[in-house]
Each structure stands twice: as C-alpha cells, then as structure tokens.
C-alpha cells in the first residue's frame, strides 16, 4: 500500500514504523521524478534530502517548532510532508511555488531564495521566541547547498554563539555542491570530512568528550560515529573554530540513514544551545540520469524524459542568450588576455564553462558569496585586469555597495553581466530580475547596455570591456535570444533608430527586448495614422543626446522596459529632458514595484499592460487627451479605450 498519499501533515510520520519510513523515502523519491520531468523544477537537490526532510518532521514539530530552508530549492520533500501533494502545475501560475511560500501553508518561514540568509533568519526567530516566553519551541535551520560559502552564514554563526540559552539546531546539508562542486576552504575540509580516513580521524578525536556527555551521548556517537569538537578542530589548523564559538557539533552522519539522523536528530533537540548536525547526502540520490551528470547533478532541470533523463527541448533551435554571451566572451577572451572571467558558484548558469575550458587559469569562482566577488573585482582591475563578473541580476541586490564603493568611486574597469535580468518567470518574486535598472543607475558613472538581439549583446560586450575607467553591465533576460532586428540609422551617438516616420507624433524608446514590442506598438499606430518613431537606446545609462533632441521633436515619449518602473530608465530619460528644458510628455512603462508570483513571462507582461495591444491602446488614448492633431485615414476606427485605466 502507497504510503505519500496518507501524509497530511507531519505528525503523521508518528504511526509509521522504522520501516515504513524508509517505503516513504522511495515513495518520495519517485514522485520527485515522475512529475518534476513533466515540470521543470529543482530536481538534484530534493532528491538528497528525503531521508533528511523526513527525520526533521519526525522529530521536530513544524509549524510549532519553524523549519527554515537555505536554499528554498530543497523544500519540495517538505512541501510533501506537509500536505501538498499536487505537483501538476509547480511553478505556473495557480500551481506550487518553486520555493516556500507563506500563502501556501503555515509550515513555510522564508520565501526568499537567495543563499546563506537562513542563519540570520533562525538566529532571530530562536531568540524572539526565547525573550517572549516561548523557549521551548526549537527553530531548525537546513543550511547547505553551496550556502556554507556565503559570508553572510559565519556572520550569523559569530552571533549565535553570542546567546546559547536557545534551542536552535543547525543542520548542514553537506552535498559538496551549489550549481556545480562546492569551491573554497570550507568545501575542501568537508570533502576531506567525507572520506574514509576523515571519519576515523573524527571517530578518535571524539571518543573522550562524548565519554564525558553522559550515556545518551555515547549511544549516539556509537551509531553515526559523531564528535563534538571533530569537525572543526581541524578545519585550520586546529584553531577549533566552532568550540571557541560555544557551537557544539555532531557528526558527520550519513544523510540517507534514517536511524542515525532520527538518533543524530533527537540528541540535538533535547541538548538546549545551538548545535550543529553534519548531514553527508548525495544530491540526485536514487536517479542515476541525475549522478550521472557531472556538471549540477541536475540541479535544475526542464522538462525531461522520467527514464532516460534527456531533455525534452522545444527543438527550435534558437540559441539562448546565456549561450551567446559565452560564445563572445570566449573570443573577448582570445583577442585580450587581461579579460578575466568572475562567478559567484554559477559557472555554468551563467555561461563562463566555455572561457573555463578555453582559460581555465583565467576564471575565478568565489561561491555565494557576491559582495566579496564585486570587491575582489576591484582590485583585480587595480592590478592590471579586466574583470567580467557574470551574476544573475537578482543576485546583484546583494553586492549593491560595493558596486557603488568599492568599483564606481575607485574608478575601476568591471564590467557586470547580469543575466535572467527582467522577468523571469516560473521562479517567482526572489528571482525576478526586475530591480537592477533602477538600483544600477543612480552609480555615478557607471553605463548600463541592454542588448535587443544577439548580435547587439555581442557588439555591446566588446564596448563594455574597452570601458577601463568605471563600472559596466550588460543586462539580458532568461530564455532564448530574440530575433535579429537590425537598425534603420545608428546616430551619432551610437542609439539605433529602429522605425523612422514622417509625422513624429510619438517617439517610443524600448530598452532592450522590449525593442522588439515597441515596434510592435509603431505597427499598430501607424493603422491609426498617429506616426511613430521608435529607437533603441542600445545603452540605456546614460540617457544619450540623440534621445534629447528627438523628444524635443516629438509630441509624446513612450518608454518600456522590463524593470519596475519607479526609478527606472524611463524616470531617468524624464529627468534628462527637464534638465535640458524640454517639456515633451512621457510615459514611463513598466513593471509594477511589487513582489511577483510565479506564472510565465508572458502571463507577467500581460498583467504588466506590458503588450502591443495595450501599449497601443494607451497611447492612443493619450494622443487623443492631449489633443495631438494626427492624420488619420477616416476609414479606420480607433480602438475602444479603458479611461479607467487612466
């Protein structure tokens, strides 16, 4: 009989035998499969951490006792264990979320999806509960997954060994791997930990402390061979790290043991001060399409055939824009061998696997740690160097000041590339690349450039990296790359004029993609007799001269972009007209400044107003307003307008 189905909620793991949880696992693990294949999701990571997910639930009690994931990926066994079973529509709208959510379920903690931040999270929530009466609630955190290389984790680990009188439980999922194999000192030590003679090392080092713990203690360290000062009194040299932080710790323990972790699991809980439980898993454990990849383990994967693995692509073969950028990088790379490449543990997502293999003594991978990677940025370029630090655009929240500190007032040549920048779409609020326009852009000096097809993403890259004085960016969005749209005139200044018309009624400025939608909207104008000008700004940041004196001849400006729209380019291109006197009407379009669920790109720009056929409607209903005289042939009708939406 089918166990999965009868789980409702955590408690109730409490009737199941030994045995049955371990049938639980497998159920688990096939249900992963069969419908994150049909998906596209996060496969790798859930399928190391059943076993482990299982022992949580069965020993704390979530909601009572908070269970916070770092990252969220790994949260899909617990969103089976806490009663949500249909995985049909994960990730599209109306369907499951990627990650935790809160409107979901009342297990969920953390939304956010970036890296290392679950400690700070726990070391709050566990001393909140402490000063307000509640000190017997215990808070878990799940850090691991390449988080461990993060400075924001040894920040919050600094600070929880500050207040012991908490029951705050550690649990570091120790895979080895992010993306791609874990980098660093700390992944080092903790390979060194999985390997045989690691163990026997801990099991020696540790026999007289847990001696000196009392009977549970030794019971426990008999069965997963545990060591409270083990682990960290050789992790430099004996300088035993985590015991000077008052952090005590057990482990290693086989993360796919149910026994061991429930034992491991119970010690924790009833020891009253933070502790750290060291769980080795195996990421894509029990799908041998999934250890078998070399490069993530199917860290994230589309849609793909349950059995053989393979990708079930759309056979279009349009290349994406992640794949384009490496191509030219590569050849930046051979024609200047000061060009550098720079990742925060995302070599392959970010499309610098190919300049590794072509130069591999010329990449530097700092794992999740992007401030550190911004700043190191700046001294590479200090040396002689010319850094291209490749990051999603979400990420570069995180590294805000040193952009402006450490790279914009040093005057230092980096140049970002920011993909899944814009709308990303089926991962949800935390990894919309929808702010770094706006954030970017008030960083004195610094020349942001959104390419509209591939081969301006190509041609714009190589000008990024001949800027030696201040900081650049390439931004693109995730997925394919648009169809080529090539220039009626470039100006002087380097902006492309993309639609040239007689009337210059309205001038319509679409900032990279949303090219290719402003020509749309031109189309749809010109049937109305309202003439349109439509241009690329190719680098969007600084607003160019041409883009002044075309508006200064046009009646009404329109921009789009794919950023949220307070502060964004279209705030900028505002500005730069007033202080050049010219008082031509704009309309910013944009994303709305809110969080964004999980549903397509397409959804998201539909709900955005951000179509041809609305972006049309609007103007049109603004021409009218403003009682712009157009000529417009008398056979055609206007559109209804919603002068609601005013």
Excluded at 170 to 197: C, K, Q
């Amino acid at each position: 009989m089918s166990l999965l189905p009868s789980i409702r909620e955590p408690r109730d793991l409490d009737a199941l035998s030994a045995e049955e949880l371990v049938q639980l696992a497998g159920e688990i693990r096939d249900f992963l499969i069969e419908n994150v294949a049909r998906t596209g999701g996060h496969l790798g990571p859930n399928l190391g951490v059943v076993e482990l997910t299982i022992a949580i639930h069965r020993v704390f009690d979530s909601p009572n006792d908070p269970v916070i994931f770092d990252t969220g990926h790994q949260s899909y066994v617990h969103k089976l264990l806490t009663g949500r079973q249909d995985f049909s529509q994960l990730r599209a709208r109306g369907g499951l979320a990627g990650y935790p959510q809160r409107s979901e379920s009342a297990h969920d903690v953390v939304e956010s999806s970036h890296a290392s931040s679950s400690l700070s999270w726990a070391d709050g929530v566990s001393r909140a509960l402490t000063r307000t009466g509640r000190k017997d609630r215990h808070v878990v955190a799940v850090v691991g997954d390449g988080a461990l290389t993060g400075g924001m984790t040894w920040e919050a680990l600094n600070n929880i060994s500050d207040d012991n009188d908490r029951n705050l439980v550690i649990v570091v999922n120790d895979n080895g791997r992010s993306y791609a194999p874990t980098i660093g000192g700390m992944a080092r030590y903790l390979n060194r930990v999985r390997t045989a003679d690691a163990y026997r090392n801990l099991h020696e080092g540790s026999d007289s402390l847990f001696r000196k713990l009392g009977p549970a203690a030794r019971a426990v360290y008999r069965g997963v061979r545990g060591g409270t000062h083990g682990f960290l009194s050789r992790f430099t040299n004996n300088t035993e790290l985590y015991s000077n932080l008052d952090i005590k710790y057990l482990g290693p323990v086989d993360g796919h043991d149910l026994p061991a972790l429930l034992e491991t699991l119970e010690l924790a809980k009833e020891y009253g001060a933070p502790v750290i439980v060291h769980a080795i898993t195996e990421k894509g454990r029990g799908y041998q399409p999934a250890l078998d990849d070399e490069a993530d383990q199917f860290h994230a994967v589309g849609k793909i055939d349950p059995v053989s693995g393979e990708a079930l692509g759309s056979g279009s073969g349009v290349p994406a824009w992640t794949d384009v950028f490496a191509e030219e990088l590569v050849r930046v790379g051979e024609a200047r061998d000061d060009v550098i490449a720079m990742t925060a543990a995302m070599l392959r997502p970010t499309g610098l696997l190919s300049f590794a293999q072509r130069f591999p003594d010329r990449v530097y991978d700092v794992g999740i740690a992007e401030q550190h990677a911004v700043a190191s940025a700046a001294g590479l370029a200090f040396g002689g160097l010319h850094p291209v630090l490749a990051i999603y655009a979400t990420f570069m929240n995180r590294a805000f000041d040193q952009v402006l500190m450490d790279v914009a007032l040093h005057h230092a040549g980096v140049t970002f590339v920011l993909d899944r920048a814009g709308i990303t779409g089926p991962d949800g609020p935390s990894h919309h690349g929808i702010w770094d326009l706006a954030m970017l852009q008030i960083v004195p000096h610094i020349r942001i450039a959104v390419p509209r097809d591939a081969e301006r993403l190509r041609e714009e890259l190589r000008e990024a990296v001949a800027v030696s004085d201040a900081p650049t960016v390439i931004r693109f969005p995730k997925g394919s790359v648009s169809a080529d749209l090539p220039a009626v005139e470039r100006l002087a200044d380097g902006v492309d004029v993309l639609v040239r018309s007689e009337a210059e009624d309205v001038l319509i400025v679409g900032i990279g993609p949303m090219a290719h939608i402003a020509v749309d909207v031109a189309g749809r104008l010109r049937a109305q007799g309202i003439g349109a000008t439509v241009v690329d700004p190719r680098w969007a940041i600084p607003v160019q001269p041409s883009i002044v004196e075309l508006a200064a001849s046009h009646r009404l400006v329109i921009t789009i972009e794919d950023g949220i729209r307070v502060g964004g380019v279209g705030t900028r291109v505002r500005q730069v007209l007033r202080e050049a006197g010219v008082d031509t009407a704009v309309d910013e379009l944009g994303v709305p400044d809110e969080f964004i669920d999980h549903a397509s790109r397409e959804e998201i720009l539909e709900d955005a107003g951000l179509t041809p056929a609305k972006i049309a409607q609007d103007v049109v209903s603004q021409v009218l307003g403003t009682r712009i005289p157009v000529a417009r042939p008398a056979t055609t009708e206007l559109p209804i307008i919603d002068r609601a939406r005013r």
